[in-house]
């Protein structure tokens, strides 16, 4: 086995994005929903930082991961705010079942 | 294989699984177990990529912060109550056993190190500013650094015919530093109005609603 390459992570960093999409569109749960978007943000950091190192791209790689792992949390922040009124209305997190308009 | 490639490929298998199992557990509070692992082995490939910095952020934010968010929704947005559990007695020797032996490998590490003279060699270094990310142990530095707007770069330029390096400064990234600290307070802000207490629907007036007119 020879030694790790740029592609590597970027495989790794695929299969990330694609099962972190899976995740999202499976999912019944609002809060599993959440943990796919978690899952495809961090297939692009690990991305942005595999960049860093193997091309020019350097300190902006782990300088923009620093970002994605700031706008992520306050995106979690958001989206759980959204899942409790979503609960208060529904009584479920089940988001098939938000099904009507009318709140 | 190298140390190197064997710890990523170990991680890199972590980091695949954890997120398999997110998709193909059934029970939430285990996708959250699952994406703990996933993020934690992506905290490891960050540390192998020489991005320490980011590796022990990861950790705190996701692993420390968002998920416990996400498991806070989840206890929240639960129905009904959750059983008792207890370990049985094996589980609770096995974890003694893990504990223990966790504890004595950080001894015997901690133990094996000459700190007389890492405190010495430590103190003849000089902190200069290495404007590259990529090299060991230097990155923090030049994150932080470049965070307040103070980013040297190693250039080449053409002096004479002769390739000549020198050291510019770029533009740091103290404006979207800023951008993104005024964002946090207006999502933290917004976040804490939108999840204030209010009137919970009754599940019967659910009922009612859906079976009328529909």
């Known amino acids: 086995m020879g030694a790790i390459g740029l592609h590597h992570y970027m495989m790794i960093s695929a299969f990330l994005l694609a099962t972190g999409i899976t995740c999202m569109v499976t999912k019944r749960n609002a809060i599993g929903i959440l943990m796919g978007i978690e899952l495809v943000l961090n297939a692009a950091s690990l991305n942005f930082v595999a960049l860093g190192k193997y091309t020019r791209l350097g300190l902006d790689g782990q300088i923009f991961s620093l970002f994605i792992i700031v706008l992520a949390a306050a995106e979690a922040a958001i989206a759980l705010a959204i899942v409790l009124n979503y609960y208060n209305n529904f009584v479920t997190i089940d988001v098939d079942r938000g099904d009507e308009l009318k709140g | ?214």
């Open chain 2, 1 to 214: 294989m190298t140390i190197d490639a064997l710890l990523f490929w170990i991680f890199a298998a972590l980091a695949c699984g954890g997120a398999l199992g997110v998709v193909l557990a059934s029970r939430i509070v285990r996708m959250a177990f699952w994406l703990v692992v996933s993020l934690g082995s992506v905290a490891a490939l960050f540390f192998l990529l020489n991005a320490e910095f980011l590796g022990a952020a990861q950790l705190l934010i996701y692993v420390g912060g968002t998920i416990v968010i996400l498991v806070f929704g989840v206890m929240l947005t639960a129905g009904g109550a959750a059983p008792r559990l207890k370990a049985t007695p094996g589980e609770s020797l096995l974890c003694i056993a893990v504990a223990a032996s966790l504890f004595g490998l950080c001894l015997f590490t901690v133990g094996s190190v000459d700190w007389v003279e890492v405190a010495r060699r430590q103190g003849s270094i000089s902190h200069e500013n290495r404007p590259t990310a990529g090299t060991v142990g230097h990155g923090t530095h030049a994150l932080g650094s470049a965070l307040v707007g103070f980013r040297p770069a190693v250039v080449t330029t053409n002096k004479d015919g002769q390739p000549v390096k020198q050291v510019v400064l770029q533009t740091g990234y103290l404006l979207p530093f800023e951008i993104i600290s005024v964002h946090l307070l207006v999502v933290l802000l917004g976040a804490a109005y939108l999840a204030r207490p209010k009137q919970r629907r009754e599940a019967g007036a659910i009922a009612a609603s859906s079976g009328g007119p529909a």
